[in-house]
Each structure stands twice: as structure tokens, then as C-alpha cells.
């Protein structure tokens, strides 16, 4: 079945540690995407990708990273995790002119 | 990027009540979606709105989009339980051309 997948689902990380969020999708959709979810449940774009070798910054500063080698394959790295970089954390793919986004479970990073 | 007004912040019912939420916005859209998260859950979409007075139904859920083209209203009809969750609307009003969302709804349904 055709889906996004998100892994780990939950991450407990020291500061200062460099992680990855991983992020797949199955779909063959083009656009991809990152929100952060602030504990108020306001979602923020942070990242955003239409096609391979392409990403942009969101409506939301983040000291994440993204790259997209491959169209499924969209990970988010963050080079030294602080506290403050506590959240859930969204993937989200769609096809160009398509019906809204297909989201993933997400990744909850608690960093201590 | 543009601003979507979503309203109640919370509502906690009783099972077997309607529900009903709005969004509203000081720009006009093309597009109104709603979508629901379940509890450790990413979002998914319900309704897809793209016509000004278009009333769309799934199942219990009715969704309207405003003849204004400003705003948008989610009904759902007799709730049960399972409806526990965050409801946001959405549009594609960012500076990118990507998905906004309201900053949702949190629907509690005592049994």
C-alpha cells in the first residue's frame, strides 16, 4: 500500500548530538515537506522540496537541514540538537495540483 | 504568508452531540480542506472544499465552503468517541504557495 513513512517515531537525544529524521514515501509524489508542531498545535513549515536536488526554507526559521537525493527519500538533519529543538516533527508529500498533502505519523525528538 | 482564524480553540462534549467549527480568513480561497490528527497520529484529510457554497458530507462530517470564499464550517453529527482529536482547516495560502492550518480544534468526547 502506497504510504510516507517516518522513523523513529520517538527519539530521546542528549545535546549537542547530530540526529537525522527519516522520512520515505511510496507514492511517487514529487513535493515534499517538513512541519514542526509546537506543543500548542500550531503546524509550521520548515522545509519543502518539489523534485530532486530542489529544497527551500519555510514560513518557519529552523537550524535543520534537508536534502532530497532521491524523489522518496527526504530526510531532516539537525548538526547539534539543543532543548529548544524539542517537537514533533511532520513529513508530508503531494503531487503538483493535487488534493492537499499525505501526512506521516511523525517524529516526537525530546532533547535533554 | 496569510492567517487562518480557527475556532474553538476546544470543545469537550458528550457522545451523541453535534459539533460544529469554523475558519475564517481576511483572504479569499479557491480551496478549503479539513483534516483531523488522532493522538500521535499525523494528519489526515476529510473533506476537500473548491467551490464557494459547495457542502460536501463524509459520513457524520458535513463541511461548507463560505459563499464569501473567506471562511469555511466543519459539522460533525452525533460524535462518537473515536472522533477524539485535533481538527485543523487548511488552505494553500503561504508564501510559497504551500498549506497553511488554522491552529486546530481539540475535540474531547466524554462517553
Known amino acids: 500500500e502506497a504510504d510516507i513513512y517516518q522513523t523513529p517515531r520517538y527519539l530521546v537525544i542528549g545535546t549537542g548530538k547530530k540526529i537525522t529524521l527519516e522520512c520515505s514515501q511510496t507514492?511517487?509524489?514529487?513535493?515534499m515537506y517538513w512541519y514542526q508542531q509546537d506543543p500548542g498545535m500550531e503546524l509550521h513549515l520548515i522545509h519543502y522540496s518539489y523534485g530532486v536536488n530542489s529544497t527551500e526554507k519555510g514560513d518557519l526559521s529552523s537550524e535543520s537541514t534537508v536534502s532530497r537525493i532521491r524523489t522518496e527519500h527526504f530526510p531532516l538533519t539537525l548538526e547539534s540538537a539543543r532543548p529548544s529543538h524539542t517537537s514533533q516533527y511532520l513529513c508530508?508529500?503531494?503531487?503538483?495540483?493535487?488534493?492537499?498533502?499525505?501526512f506521516g505519523s511523525g517524529t516526537r525528538l525530546t532533547v535533554v | 504568508g496569510q492567517q487562518l482564524n480557527q475556532s474553538p480553540q476546544s470543545m469537550f462534549i458528550q457522545e451523541g452531540e453535534d459539533v460544529s467549527m469554523n475558519c475564517t480568513s481576511s483572504s479569499i480561497f479557491n480551496t478549503w480542506l479539513w483534516y483531523k490528527q488522532d493522538p500521535g497520529e499525523g494528519p489526515v484529510l476529510l473533506i476537500a472544499?473548491?467551490?464557494?457554497?459547495e457542502l460536501t458530507s463524509n459520513g457524520r462530517l458535513t463541511a461548507q465552503f463560505g459563499i464569501t470564499r473567506k471562511d469555511s464550517f466543519l459539522n460533525i453529527s452525533a460524535s462518537i468517541p473515536s472522533d477524539v482529536g485535533i481538527y485543523f482547516c487548511s488552505n494553500y495560502g503561504g508564501s510559497q504557495g504551500n498549506l497553511i492550518f488554522g491552529k486546530g480544534t481539540k475535540l474531547s468526547v466524554k462517553p
Open positions: 507514492m511517487g509524489h514529487d513535493k
Open positions: 508530508a508529500s503531494s503531487v503538483t495540483g493535487g488534493r492537499g498533502y499525505t
Open positions: 472544499l473548491y467551490k464557494a457554497g
